[in-house]
Structures are given as C-alpha cells and as structure tokens.
C-alpha cells in the first residue's frame, strides 16, 4: 500500500471524497449516486475510475500487489524470504502524511464493514500467492510446499494484524506504520529465519 500508486489524480481526489463520505455516513448508507456528485462527476465518469463502490475502497489493494511483487523482484536474490518481505512491506507502507488520513479510512472500513472485509480477503489471498512465489523461489522449492504457503500467510495476517494496532493506536502517522512493520518482521524473523 504506497501512496505513489498508478491512479490518476481525479481517482484519486474521487476516492479521498468517497472515503470520507462512508467515514461519515456509513458504507451501505453511500450510494454510487452520492459518491460521483461529491467527487464533482457524473455516474458514468465515476464508473470510468471504478466498477463498484468496493472498487473505490479495495482498488488501491491492487495498487499495493503491484508494487509488493515489483518490490520482492528487486531485492538480491541471496536474501532470505524473511528480509525480502521485510523490505518489501516497508517500501509500499512508506506514506506521505498527506496520505495517511485517507489510509485510515481505507483500512478503518476494511476492518468494519462486512462486505468490504469479505472482498479485501480475496486481495488479500494475492498478496498471499506473490509472497509465497518470492519465498519459494528464495528457498528453492515448490511454491505449494507447506514452508512458502505458512510464511505467506503468516506475513500477510502479519500485516493486517500491523493494520489493525496502527488503526487502535490513535492519530498514528506513516512513521508509526513503519515501525510496527519493522517489529512485526522483527518477531517473524525469530520463527522463519
């Protein structure tokens, strides 16, 4: 999850409104209709930037899985899976301030609304199969050997449970994020290295 994501500026600027409009009424309470005249658009330009109202909330998840496999791809091959996803999670939880309002809401909405919960564990699930594709390559086995299939998932619930005591600690900023990452591959590394 990065903020120097692919989205253009008007998708961004339409999921920063649309983010604060859940944050304020409700996810279920928003309609597509209300979401493109507080972004300043018509129904069919905001379908244009995203399918569904989930899309709108989910697709920077999509944004992340990119940079997380581009990311794992740069780090030397010789590093083991535990420093790879390491810095990997680092770099694409590096968020500028200015974005970190509109990341909680993202992540607060994840972690409450059922539906938008059910859908980012699907993304999720991706995440899962590029760590396990990095750190079966790195160990020299199968990618669906049980060693690369536990790591992967227990990096990525991990970084959820990172999500979760960020969101829990109060005006948490990107540096906080960082850290908690850092800790949590601190405690992963003592079981995997």
């Given amino acids: 999850m990065t903020s120097t994501t692919t989205r253009t500026a008007r998708a961004r600027h339409l999921e920063a409104v649309a983010l604060e409009l859940f944050a304020v009424r409700g996810f279920d309470a928003v309609t597509v209709d209300d979401l493109a005249a507080a972004g300043g658009v018509g129904r069919r330009t905001f ?3 995203f399918p569904t109202k989930l899309d709108v909330v989910l697709g920077e998840l999509d944004d992340a899985l990119a940079a997380l496999v581009l990311t794992l791809r ?6 083991d899976p535990v420093a790879a996803a390491r810095e990997a999670f680092l770099r694409i939880n590096a968020y500028a301030d200015d974005d970190v309002p509109v990341l909680r809401r993202r992540l607060r909405l994840i972690e409450t609304v059922p539906e938008v919960a059910a859908r980012a564990a699907v993304r999720y699930a991706a995440w899962e199969r ?3 594709d990095d750190a079966a390559s790195r160990w020299g086995c199968a990618v ?3 060693r690369p299939q536990v790591f992967a998932r227990v990096v990525v619930a991990a ?11 109060g005006p948490g900023d990107g540096a906080l ?3 908690l990452v850092g800790e949590a591959f601190d405690d992963l590394g003592r079981g995997f290295g």
Wanted: proline share 3%; charged share 25%.
């Fill in 177 to 179: 994020l960082r850290l």
């Fill in 130 to 132: 590029a760590v396990a």
């Fill in 159 to 169: 970084m959820r449970g990172v999500f979760t005591t960020w969101l829990d600690s």
């Fill in 144 to 146: 669906s050997d049980l």
């Fill in 47 to 49: 379908f244009r930037y």
């Fill in 74 to 79: 740069s780090v030397p091959d010789d590093a």
